[in-house]
C-alpha cells in the first residue's frame, strides 16, 4: 500500500500556480511607471476589498509627523498593541492598500493597530530616499513610545524593515522585540542559488524582472552597503526575535536561508519557516490555505511580542 504524503503543496495551491505561471511578468518595462503602478495596483484591487470584506478592519489614511500613513484598527484592537508595517513591491511599486490581504488578516489574529506609512519609490526616488524617509518617521514615533511597535514587512518591506533595525542600532535606539519578514530580500543583489536555479520556478519573480529593479533601485551604490543589502550589517543577540517565513519555490530562497544563518550564528533569536511548493510572498493569496495558515503562524509570533 503506497503511503499516502503529508504536508505536500495544496490542491488550491497547485491550481493558483498553474494559473499564475501562465501570466507574464508585468515588470518588463520602466519607461512608464505611472501606468505600471496603476496595472498593479487594479490587480490587487478586488484582494484588497475581499479581505476588508471578511476581517472587517477599519482603515484611514492619516498623517502623523507630515508623513502620509495608512492606518488599519481591528474591531477588537487592544490597546497599546501597534505593528509598523512596510508593504512590498520590489521597491518600484505598491502601497499600503494592496497589501491588506496580509495586513487585515494580522490586525484581526494580534488585534493590534497596524501603521502603514507611505515611502518614496524607485526609478524617481532610487537609494537611501525609502530607508531614509522611514527612518526619518521611526524618529518621530518612537520617541513617544514607552514600548517600540513590533516590526513586519513583505519583500522590498522585509528588506527595509530589516535596514531599520540596523539604523537603530547605529543611532542606539530601543529595539523592537518582535519583528516579521514575509519572503525578505536580504540581499538586494540576488547572491545564491535560489536566483539561479529557480529562475523559472516562481510566478512572483524572474530573473530579468530583479534585476529592472535592482538597476532601478540600487543604481551604483555600493552592494555592502548594510543600510541597502542588511545580509551584511553587524547583527548580534540585541535585534529583535525575528520569524522569516518564504516557501520551496521562492526565488529568493537562498536570501531567507543565508539571512536565518547568519542572525543566528551572531545570536539573534531567528527561525525560519519554509512553505512547500509555495512562492515569493504566497501570503498575499487568500485562496490558498498555506496563506492562512503562514499568516496564523505569524499572528502567534507576533502576540509573544506584547
Not at 160 to 189: E, I, W, Y
Not at 269 to 296: C, K, N, T
Request: proline letters at 6%; hydrophobic letters at 35%; glycine letters at 4%.
Amino acid at each position: 500500500m503506497k503511503k499516502q504524503a503529508i504536508g505536500l503543496m495544496s490542491s488550491q495551491a497547485k491550481d493558483l500556480y498553474n494559473e499564475l505561471s501562465k501570466l507574464e511578468s508585468k515588470y518588463v518595462d520602466f519607461s512608464d511607471m505611472e501606468s505600471l503602478r496603476l496595472s498593479i495596483d487594479k490587480d490587487s484591487r478586488q484582494n484588497s476589498k475581499n479581505a476588508l470584506a471578511k476581517f472587517q478592519c477599519d482603515i484611514q489614511d492619516i498623517h502623523i509627523y507630515n508623513r502620509k500613513v495608512m492606518k488599519i484598527t481591528p474591531k477588537s484592537a487592544l490597546k497599546d498593541r501597534t505593528i509598523l508595517y512596510l508593504f512590498g513591491g520590489g521597491f518600484t511599486t505598491g502601497c499600503p492598500f494592496n497589501d491588506l490581504p496580509i495586513t487585515a488578516h494580522i490586525a484581526n489574529s494580534t488585534r493590534a493597530t497596524i501603521l502603514c506609512p507611505y515611502y518614496p519609490l524607485a526609478p524617481e526616488h532610487p537609494f537611501p530616499a525609502a530607508i531614509s524617509d522611514l527612518f526619518s518617521f521611526v524618529k518621530s514615533i518612537w520617541k513617544n513610545e514607552s514600548c517600540p511597535p513590533l516590526l513586519l514587512g513583505e519583500s522590498a518591506g522585509a528588506t527595509l524593515a530589516l535596514s531599520l533595525t540596523h539604523l537603530l542600532q547605529d543611532n542606539r535606539m530601543a529595539m523592537p522585540k518582535c519583528m516579521g519578514l514575509l519572503s525578505p530580500a536580504a540581499d538586494v543583489f540576488n547572491e545564491g542559488d535560489s536566483s539561479r536555479f529557480y529562475k523559472n520556478q516562481d510566478p512572483s519573480l524572474t530573473l530579468e524582472s530583479t534585476e529592472l529593479v535592482v538597476q532601478a533601485y540600487a543604481g551604483t551604490a555600493d552592494p555592502t552597503d548594510p543600510i541597502l543589502s542588511p545580509i551584511h550589517g553587524k547583527f548580534n543577540s540585541s535585534y529583535p526575535k525575528t520569524l522569516i517565513t518564504s516557501g520551496t519555490r521562492d526565488f529568493l530562497l537562498s536570501s531567507s536561508t543565508r539571512l536565518s544563518r547568519v542572525m543566528r550564528e551572531a545570536g539573534v533569536d531567528v527561525e525560519l519557516r519554509v512553505w512547500e511548493g509555495m512562492w515569493h510572498v504566497f501570503e498575499y493569496y487568500p485562496q490558498i490555505p498555506e496563506a492562512a495558515a503562514s499568516l496564523e503562524e505569524m499572528s502567534s509570533f507576533l502576540n509573544s511580542g506584547f
